[in-house]
């Protein structure tokens, strides 16, 4: 089993930046990807970026790519997501998740994932 611990989330304005951190525990040495989602209310949960936790190749949803960056520090067995310019519409709960198949691409369905934290809620004030 891998645990999930997603922290950093807040009320932040429009066109500030914010940086997610998502602590993995347990079995992290079955770790291929991670990955953000996240699902405003009345919402469908909706990929975010993903990143190979052994390589590093990461894939930004086209929709984010500019403005979010996804990275990882294997040291401390966490990955981040950085919003930067944020808006309104980025208002949601945040979702770190984790899954050990070994494919050379980020998934990006989140019936694909097995393993998720319970959540961080972002709102941006406009």
């Known amino acids: 089993q891998v645990q999930l611990v997603e922290s950093g989330g807040g009320l932040v304005q429009a066109g500030d930046s914010l940086t997610l951190s998502c602590a993995a525990s347990?079995?992290?040495?079955?770790?291929?990807?991670m990955a953000w989602f996240r699902q405003a209310p009345g919402k469908e949960r909706d990929f975010v970026a993903g990143?190979?936790?052994?390589?590093?190749?990461?894939y930004v949803a086209d929709s984010k790519k500019g403005r979010f960056t996804i990275s990882r520090d294997n040291a401390k067995n966490t990955v981040y997501l950085q919003m930067n310019s944020l808006k309104a519409e980025d208002t949601a709960d945040y979702y770190c998740t984790a899954d050990g198949k070994p494919l050379g691409f980020i998934l990006s369905n989140s019936r694909d994932y097995e393993f998720w934290g319970q959540g961080t809620q972002v709102t941006v004030s406009s």
């Open positions: 347990g079995r992290t040495s079955s770790i291929y990807t």
């Open positions: 990143i190979n936790w052994r390589s590093g190749s990461t």
